[in-house]
């Protein structure tokens, strides 16, 4: 379904990405993981068009999408949530979703009923009518989520979805993310929590210092010593497994 | 919390329809001139609500739009001989038109905030000085009709007969200004002003409704163009693309609430109403006026950011602040 | 040909310094609050008449008043910023710009009514002198303005890389949450820079007036033209302010020969647009776009 190839992205003297490639299949949760500052964000803004790659391709369902404007690749089918969330301030949690809806509801009645559908799938019905900006953290997040599910993707990019939430909080999320997935939306997430890249990943992608470092199944990378030692440093991967066979 | 919001808007529109029909009751003709005054100044402030208010490009020029309508209505009558209703509605799209370059120009450039405010000022400085330059617009002089006090020529026999063609103008620019609201392009107008990065991701062609935006507050900045030169028959270069017009274009908005259907007419009404009671008492001087909008202006953004509309605005609880990484 | 263009040319460099050192107040007030200060026109015409008021009044010499004009005018920017500017903004970005648009409006139309328009000039003995310059004959104090404000310029450019309070205020560009865990006092710091930028006013005003006039609408026509100085030099550059101030004179000077007094004008007005459209981030951007 969406097809990276040799991503790169240079920031003056910087290389944020550095010819990173990626697949994701229809129909997966696939996870980009990788240690803080790795170039994750980057690939997502190159992938949704917010900015375009030094080279490298991105294409979407067979069709090149490479540069194209943001707006024009939601209207495609991908839609990318943002990591600090900020939502429309002045308005109430269903206006706030229905901006999403209206990409597919032009009438203003239609938009705001299918964003309370929206909102009561992700369980927000009771905040509907409230501010957005009265939300806590976690009510924030849930509402980026329910803003991009209106606009009915077919692929949907979460950045750090997790992040800021405590773990019961995580909990609660985690199957509303697999149910979303359930009803026919791919998912390509960037995550920091371990816990649901392992339970909602089928497949994950790891980005260190803007290369793609490795590939497989979240059990396999947890053992992978090159993940291991982009994570945890130079030779921990060696201390780690000196301590098993000690212990 | 949406109930008070909704009581406000009850009052106010009861409050400025009360107003709005005085001229026919009590008003002597010197008052009725004065609310048609009041009435192209809403008009001004309507239009540049669209995109100040609700889209959050406060622009610091907007008399370019009003100037450039009444300018083209006007010579279209004098150098054209065309009848005044079809001046009128040609300039009405020379409103728009205007709009919509300066918007391409400055969205396509990606120019917000400040930019964008300086921009629009530099715009209208530039037609003001081209104004005064060439004999065709009058040159300092400034163009001025002559008299025909028929409704043929869109001129008017008696004060409250003018009163009754703004008042009509102003209403439909209140339907058109509910209208947007109430509509996706309102919605996406708004989200565009509190976030524009989120609204693209969520699919909006930005530009597009920027660009748009821009064109029919040029159209309405028009009809208040349209509806000076009528009135009074006379336009000059200061008059037109003045400094004066555009902050009039903007105080009543921002005095009233920006962003809110009523706030614009508000804000003109209570403005220019105090203005006027202040010149009553402490004796009317060139300037003294502008100093007492200015004044306003200053009180109402320590005390009453936003505007007086916001009097009605539920307070919410503390933001909880984005997180950030 | 020639003989009108070089006249032309080193007039409008004349003039530009004067622009170059109102643009440099402004630029720094730009770099530092991240304000785009919309009294900054209205500032420098009440400097005008306060120098003109100074000589009117006490007699005093423009060039004698400028140190007291210097530090007055410091005073009333530091009080500015303190006490309307930051508590009537609440600190929003839009509502800032507002504030100094009201400002602008009370002061320009305080002035209109106290001083009326008339135009105001000063005597000076010496104001006729004229100095040759090549083909060109250059009146006297038009020399000493260009002479004094790149001295103020460099005046200005010491303070702020060598002294104290002008690193605090350079800190606070670029970092100001650092900056405010390192002990520099903000409000303090950024009182004394608008401070500064409106002694920059006071400074330009002692010079323009033995050349030039007051009236209450002056100060508006420098507004544009400080705007797009700053703009085209570079926001928060100093060089760009000096160069984009010379700049334009030389534009503006140009323009007046060839398009006469009125259409002239729009020469500035053409920079301005085309460079926030096509180069928005000014010739010496000192931190690259805004």
């Given at each position: 379904m969406l097809r990276v190839q040799g991503l790169t992205k240079r920031f003056g003297g910087v290389v944020a990405v550095d010819n990173a490639s990626l697949d994701v299949a229809e129909g997966r949760i696939v996870a980009l993981i990788g240690p803080n500052g790795a170039g994750k964000t980057t690939l997502f803004t190159m992938v949704s068009g917010f900015q375009k790659p030094d080279t490298g391709t991105v294409t979407y369902q067979n069709q090149d999408i490479t540069g194209m404007a943001p707006h024009a690749i939601c209207q495609m089918g991908v839609t990318r949530t943002f990591q600090i969330v900020q939502p429309f301030a002045g308005l109430s949690v269903r206006e706030n979703i229905a901006i999403g809806s209206h990409l597919h509801h032009p009438k203003r009645a239609d938009a705001l009923a299918e964003a309370a559908v929206v909102a009561e799938s992700l369980g927000m019905k009771a905040m509907l009518d409230r501010p957005a900006q009265d939300l806590t953290v976690a009510g924030r997040k849930r509402l980026e989520l329910a803003r991009a599910l209106a606009t009915r993707p077919k692929l949907l990019l979460l950045d750090e979805v997790m992040a800021g939430l405590i773990p019961s909080e995580v909990l609660e999320i985690i199957p509303m993310i697999r149910k979303i997935r359930d009803s026919g939306v791919t998912i390509l997430l960037i995550e920091h929590v371990m816990q649901a890249v392992m339970s909602l990943s089928e497949e994950a992608y790891v980005l260190a210092q803007g290369k793609m470092i490795a590939h497989g199944t979240p059990q396999q990378l947890v053992a992978d010593p090159t993940v291991i030692e982009a994570y945890l440093g130079h030779g921990a991967a060696e201390r780690l497994k000196a301590e098993h066979a000690n212990a | 919390m949406i109930k008070r919001e909704h009581t406000g808007n009850v009052?106010?529109?009861?409050?400025?329809?009360?107003?709005?029909?005085?001229?026919?009751?009590?008003?002597?003709?010197?008052?009725?001139?004065?609310?048609?005054?009041?009435?192209?100044?809403?008009?001004?402030?309507?239009?540049?609500?669209?995109?100040?208010?609700?889209?959050?490009?406060?622009?610091?020029?907007?008399?370019?739009?009003?100037?450039?309508?009444?300018?083209?209505?006007?010579?279209?009558?004098?150098?054209?001989?065309?009848?005044?209703?079809?001046?009128?509605?040609?300039?009405?799209?020379?409103?728009?038109?205007?709009?919509?370059?300066?918007?391409?120009?400055?969205?396509?450039?990606?120019?917000?905030?400040?930019?964008?405010?300086?921009?629009?000022?530099?715009?209208?400085?530039?037609?003001?000085?081209?104004?005064?330059?060439?004999?065709?617009?009058?040159?300092?002089?400034?163009?001025?009709?002559?008299?025909?006090?028929?409704?043929?020529?869109?001129?008017?026999?008696?004060?409250?007969?003018?009163?009754?063609?703004?008042?009509?103008?102003?209403?439909?620019?209140?339907?058109?200004?509910?209208?947007?609201?109430?509509?996706?392009?309102?919605?996406?107008?708004?989200?565009?002003?509190?976030?524009?990065?989120?609204?693209?991701?969520?699919?909006?062609?930005?530009?597009?409704?920027?660009?748009?935006?821009?064109?029919?507050?040029?159209?309405?900045?028009?009809?208040?163009?349209?509806?000076?030169?009528?009135?009074?028959?006379?336009?000059?270069?200061?008059?037109?693309?003045?400094?004066?017009?555009?902050?009039?274009?903007?105080?009543?908005?921002?005095?009233?609430?920006?962003?809110?259907?009523?706030?614009?007419?508000?804000?003109?009404l209570v403005l220019h109403t105090l203005g006027e009671v202040a010149r009553e008492s402490i004796g009317g001087a060139p300037g003294l006026n502008l100093v007492f909008y200015g004044v306003v202006l200053l009180i109402i953004l320590r005390f009453l950011p936003d505007g007086l509309m916001g009097i009605f605005k539920p307070r919410s609880r503390a933001q909880a602040k984005p997180e950030g990484k | 040909m020639l003989g009108l263009i070089v006249p032309a040319v080193l007039n409008g460099l004349m003039s530009g310094a004067i622009y170059a050192l109102v643009a440099l107040g402004l630029t720094l007030i730009y770099g530092v609050l991240h304000i785009i200060n919309f009294a900054h026109g209205s500032l420098l015409m009440l400097a005008l008449y306060a120098v003109y008021f100074l000589h009117v009044l006490f007699g005093l010499d423009p060039y004698v008043a400028l140190p007291f004009m210097v530090a007055g005018f410091f005073a009333l920017g530091y009080a500015l910023q303190r006490g309307v500017i930051s508590t009537f903004s609440h600190g929003k970005d839009s509502n800032i710009l507002l504030v100094t648009l009201?400002?602008?409006?009370?002061?320009?139309?305080?002035?209109?009514?106290?001083?009326?328009?008339?135009?105001?000039?000063?005597?000076?003995?010496?104001?006729?002198?004229?100095?040759?310059?090549?083909?060109?004959?250059?009146?006297?104090?038009?020399?000493?303005?260009?002479?004094?404000?790149?001295?103020?310029?460099?005046?200005?450019?010491?303070?702020?890389?060598?002294?104290?309070?002008?690193?605090?205020?350079?800190?606070?560009?670029?970092?100001?949450?650092?900056?405010?865990?390192?002990?520099?006092?903000?409000?303090?710091?950024?009182?004394?820079?608008?401070?500064?930028?409106?002694?920059?006013?006071?400074?330009?005003?002692?010079?323009?007036?033995?050349?030039?006039y007051v009236t209450p609408q002056v100060g508006y026509a420098f507004v544009l033209v400080a705007f797009t100085t700053v703009v085209l030099g570079g926001m928060g550059s100093f060089v760009g302010a000096l160069v984009g101030g010379l700049l334009l004179g030389v534009v503006e000077a140009l323009c007046g020969l060839f398009l006469g007094e009125t259409l002239g004008q729009i020469g500035i007005f053409a920079v301005f647009i085309l460079t926030l459209l096509f180069r928005p981030a000014g010739l010496f951007s000192p931190r690259g776009a805004r």
């Open positions: - | 009052i106010v529109a009861v409050l400025l329809g009360v107003c709005a029909l005085l001229p026919y009751f009590v008003l002597s003709a010197a008052w009725t001139g004065f609310a048609i005054n009041i009435l192209i100044f809403s008009l001004l402030a309507l239009a540049w609500n669209i995109t100040g208010g609700f889209g959050g490009m406060m622009s610091f020029g907007h008399a370019v739009l009003f100037g450039s309508s009444a300018y083209a209505t006007a010579m279209l009558q004098l150098h054209l001989g065309l009848n005044a209703w079809l001046a009128g509605a040609v300039a009405l799209a020379v409103g728009a038109l205007v709009g919509g370059f300066i918007g391409a120009l400055s969205f396509r450039y990606g120019l917000r905030g400040s930019y964008f405010a300086l921009v629009t000022l530099a715009f209208a400085e530039v037609f003001r000085v081209l104004a005064s330059s060439f004999t065709v617009t009058g040159g300092g002089q400034g163009l001025s009709l002559p008299l025909g006090r028929e409704l043929a020529n869109l001129q008017f026999a008696s004060r409250l007969d003018n009163y009754t063609f703004v008042l009509i103008l102003v209403l439909i620019a209140l339907a058109i200004t509910i209208a947007v609201r109430r509509s996706r392009f309102g919605a996406y107008l708004i989200a565009i002003r509190e976030n524009e990065e989120a609204a693209k991701a969520l699919g909006i062609n930005t530009f597009r409704v920027k660009v748009l935006a821009m064109t029919l507050s040029g159209a309405m900045a028009g009809t208040a163009g349209v509806a000076y030169l009528q009135t009074f028959l006379f336009v000059d270069s200061q008059i037109g693309f003045g400094t004066v017009m555009s902050f009039e274009a903007l105080l009543g908005p921002i005095i009233g609430g920006a962003g809110t259907v009523l706030g614009p007419i508000l804000g003109s | 009201a400002l602008s409006i009370i002061i320009d139309n305080l002035a209109l009514y106290f001083f009326t328009s008339n135009t105001r000039t000063v005597d000076l003995a010496y104001a006729f002198e004229m100095v040759e310059i090549g083909p060109a004959f250059i009146p006297l104090p038009r020399l000493i303005a260009f002479i004094a404000a790149l001295i103020f310029a460099g005046l200005l450019w010491f303070v702020m890389t060598r002294t104290r309070t002008g690193k605090a205020i350079r800190a606070i560009a670029v970092e100001k949450r650092g900056a405010e865990l390192m002990g520099i006092n903000v409000k303090h710091a950024y009182a004394m820079c608008f401070g500064i930028g409106t002694a920059c006013l006071a400074a330009a005003a002692c010079l323009l007036l033995p050349t030039f």
